[in-house]
């Protein structure tokens, strides 16, 4: 039989192995099997979850199986699974053991195979989990310079000998646009650089709150806790965003399992974790067990670095004088030295200007203006009013009904995220409220929008509209 037709294959095999089986076995454990493809006699499936291929793995199932797919394949057959574990991701397995002449080329003594955890399936072997990383943030493309050397030497510590090193977690935390997911990501990468069989993986606190969401909608926690038990590196950016008590507690538990067993944690955040807010006390005592490193606003002689080098990178020279008018200049993060340079190249290519004092100044003046369009309290409050078509003095009002209480409480939420107003201001500009009102407000909404999508898309068109590049 052809191998373009996997699909046919797989209706062979079904068909033999519902006549060696009672019918509920071939119900519930091979008619879901999903044929993915057949390239040079291995078989892929997709398999509903992890715990469904353990059992296909197990006596006598697997005899089953093996049997079958050497009488419709050929001997030389491999299988690989794709195990469904998160809405956007499967995980490969292979299973080695139906090759058999290849198993005696592994030499294994046979008394170690009485030492193995029983919980190890023998045969499979995990073969690849995406680290999600992007090759451009490595350590080669991050700038030194004093703002950020404690956390780049702890960072390129850890990537050396990841979970043996006494900076377990790693917490990096500095403003928006610091390089927290650049280092961060580059110490997956050197790892997987050293060491390309360890299981890195970065994750933004958001994906793995989505991921966690979708895990307890379709009964798969088991699954999602199973996942990320294998990391042997997890990085976690933005952990200021685990808001909701659930997602806090899910990771609380991740994080005990894999710091236990010697992997290596790094999470990211946009404060120290002293600072961070609504947190339970044991999620951030945990944090503090290891080393947190803060990534400073680089200095002037860190900015005319990194304008040298990423203009280099981009292919063009700034004179001396533009670098050192532009370092004193412009003063902000290093995404914003990024931004600069970009807009630089932009007018001069677009306008066929050679890059001058001159431009830098007038490019610099805009950017100075794009900044000052700060967000305020006024300007959220004005949103959310109009987006729930309620009126400003409604929301501020002392009415319990549904609909403000909860635009309300919204207003507050998005502040509190978007704008460095402090609790106390906040409550005073919302109609008199005290700082535990809301900071209540904030927890119900950051609550609501675990379990309730309406929440979630009014909250994320409100965000969208109000910081449109973020
Ligand atoms: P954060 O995650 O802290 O908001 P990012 O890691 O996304 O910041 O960094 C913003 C941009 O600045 C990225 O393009 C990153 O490559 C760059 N960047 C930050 N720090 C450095 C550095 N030390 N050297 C080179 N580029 C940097
Ligand atoms: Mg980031």
Redesign the pocket.
């Given at each position: 039989m052809g191998e373009s037709n996997y699909i046919k294959v797989w209706e062979e095999c079904l068909r033999i192995i519902k006549n060696n089986v009672p019918e509920a076995v071939y119900s519930k454990w091979f008619k879901p099997i999903i044929p993915v493809s057949l390239k040079d006699f291995t078989l892929t499936i997709e398999v509903p979850s992890d715990a469904y291929m353990r059992k296909l793995e197990e006596e006598p199932l697997i005899d089953i199986l093996k049997k079958t797919l050497k009488r419709v394949i050929g001997e030389k057959v491999k299988l690989m699974y794709n195990v469904r574990v998160l809405s956007n991701s499967v995980l490969k397995y292979e299973h080695q053991t139906l090759e058999g002449p290849q198993n005696k080329d592994i030499n294994i003594p046979i008394d170690d195979k009485e030492k193995m955890n029983p919980f190890v399936i023998p045969g499979i072997q995990k073969l690849n989990i995406k680290p999600g990383l992007n090759p451009?943030?490595s350590f080669e493309?991050?700038?030194?310079?004093n703002?950020?050397r404690l956390a780049?030497s702890a960072g390129e510590t850890v990537a050396q000998a990841p979970g043996h090193n006494p900076f377990n977690p790693l917490f990096?935390h500095?403003?928006?646009?610091?390089?927290?997911?650049?280092?961060?990501?580059a110490i997956g990468l050197r790892v997987k650089e050293l060491n390309p069989d360890k299981i890195v993986l970065y994750v933004s606190a958001n994906v793995f709150k989505t991921q966690y969401q979708n895990a307890v909608v379709g009964n798969m926690i088991t699954d999602f806790l199973h996942f990320y038990q294998q990391i042997d590196v997890l990085i976690l950016?933005?952990v200021q965003e685990f808001t909701s008590k659930g997602t806090q507690n899910v990771f609380f538990h991740i994080f005990n399992v894999l710091h236990q067993e010697g992997k290596q944690l790094i999470l990211?955040s946009?404060c120290a974790p002293s600072s961070l807010q609504g947190f339970e006390p044991r999620l951030l005592q945990r944090f503090r067990w290891g080393l947190s490193a803060e990534?400073l606003q680089?200095d002037y002689s860190?900015r005319v670095?990194?304008f040298k080098?990423?203009s280099a990178n981009e292919g063009i020279e700034l004179p001396d004088d533009v670098v050192e008018y532009l370092a004193n200049k412009v003063t902000g993060?290093?995404?914003e030295?990024?931004g600069t340079i970009l807009t630089l190249m932009a007018h001069s290519t677009y306008n066929k200007e050679s890059i001058t004092i001159e431009l830098a100044k007038r490019v610099t003046k805009q950017i100075v203006n794009v900044e000052s369009c700060e967000l305020t309290l006024e300007k959220i409050k004005t949103a959310v009013c109009e987006y729930f078509k309620i009126t400003p003095d409604m929301i501020v009002s002392k009415t319990r009904k549904r609909e403000i209480v909860q635009a309300r409480q919204i207003t507050m939420y998005l502040v509190r995220n978007l704008t460095k107003t402090s609790l106390a201001s906040i409550g005073s500009q919302m109609g008199g409220k005290d700082h535990a009102t809301v900071l209540h407000a904030c927890s119900t909404v950051s609550d609501l929008m675990d379990t309730d999508r309406n929440i979630r898309g009014y909250v994320a068109d409100l965000e969208r509209q109000l910081k449109p590049n973020k």
């Open positions: 451009k943030y493309n991050f700038i030194e310079g703002c950020n780049r990096i500095g403003g928006s646009g610091l390089g927290k997911t650049h280092l961060s990501q950016d933005d990211t946009d990534l680089p860190t670095k990194i080098a990423k993060s290093v995404r030295l990024e």
